[in-house]
């Protein structure tokens, strides 16, 4: 069985052939869900890691299929890539993404950083930076406080308009950071080429604090590397308690993890944020 994501839609003991014909079936689908408004945009929050003090958001895509419920980035963002779709599904993120993020920086004089996933497909695309400068135009939002995720399991070579782009996207004000560091077969590479603010240190490294001695080593050596190269460091998959504490110690700059809080559809991150205004 294959799930989809955590929410509920699971595909039991199907044939390959059965499994194609789905996989068609939800392409098919994820053609008319951005029309259809069925995508969703989640936000998790990014905590300061001594204060805890919420500090950004990742913007998280989700598919509210009308059959089969919530289908999971995870499932479908492939798809999305394999189809093209990824190019206009992206934007339409970005762009929601960016205006939510003003909306509550108007409605909270909070100024939170936003981060957005970039997918390849994107990154290889020659009017990247139009698109991203008119979403924020458009939203108003700071370029300062958007930050563009890329993950390393990109190849530098193999992505034409890669390097170029994310040096625009940087000098349009944005911020880079290296999602998922240390899984790619590059992470150091990436780190010199490309104009990277912050390094998120992956979760199967951060799941194994407490547990594997080596992946411990790694956690602090990342954090270690990334402060000697003035980069910031957030960690992901921060799950319990003995995460923070290993984190906080080794003085990672923010945390990111079910620990302080799960992605939240937009009405239950503003009450999360009006809370904490609260306090
Ligand atoms: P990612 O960028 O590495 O995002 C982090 C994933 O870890 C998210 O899964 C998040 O819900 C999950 N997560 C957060 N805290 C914890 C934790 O404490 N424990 C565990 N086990 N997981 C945690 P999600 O939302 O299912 O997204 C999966 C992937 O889909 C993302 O991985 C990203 O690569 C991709 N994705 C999501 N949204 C977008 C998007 O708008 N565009 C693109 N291109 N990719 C996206
Ligand atoms: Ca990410
Ligand atoms: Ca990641
Ligand atoms: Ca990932």
């Not at 003090?53 to 509210?64: P, T």
């Not at 479908?76 to 934007?91: K, Q, Y």
């Not at 950071?177 to 077969?185: E, L, M, S, V, Y």
Request: with cysteine; charged share 25%; net charge negative.
């Amino acid at each position: 069985a294959k799930s989809l994501g955590r929410n509920n839609y699971q595909i039991y003991e199907v044939s390959a052939e059965q499994a194609q014909q789905q996989n068609m079936a939800l392409k098919s689908g994820l053609r008319h869900a951005e029309h259809n408004g069925e995508l969703r945009v989640f936000y998790q929050p990014q905590v300061d890691a001594v204060t805890e003090d919420i500090v950004g958001m990742e913007a998280l895509v989700r598919w509210e299929h009308p059959e089969l419920g919530f289908i999971g980035p995870g499932f479908f963002i492939p798809l999305a890539e394999e189809t093209g779709l990824i190019v206009s599904i992206g934007e339409w993120v970005l762009r929601t993404a960016c205006r939510q993020a003003q909306e509550w920086e108007r409605k909270f004089g909070l100024r939170l950083r936003l981060g957005v996933n970039l997918s390849a497909v994107q990154l290889m695309q020659p009017n990247l930076l139009e698109i991203v400068s008119s979403a924020l135009d458009e939203s108003g939002l700071d370029a300062n406080l958007l930050e563009m995720e890329v993950t390393e399991s990109i190849s530098i070579k193999a992505a034409p308009n890669l390097v170029e782009n994310l040096h625009g996207l940087h000098r349009l004000g944005c911020r880079i950071a290296i999602d998922d560091f240390g899984t790619g077969a590059a992470s150091l590479d990436y780190l010199r080429k490309l104009p990277a603010d912050r390094i998120k240190i992956d979760q199967s490294f951060v799941r194994n604090i407490g547990v594997d001695p080596d992946d411990e080593a790694i956690v602090r050596a990342t954090i270690e590397m990334a402060h000697r190269l003035k980069r910031g460091v957030v960690a992901e998959g921060v799950e319990i308690e003995q995460h923070l504490q290993f984190l906080r110690a080794n003085r990672c700059d923010e945390l990111q993890g079910y620990l302080f809080c799960r992605p939240l559809p937009t009405p239950t991150f503003e009450k999360l944020l009006l809370e904490r205004q609260r306090l």
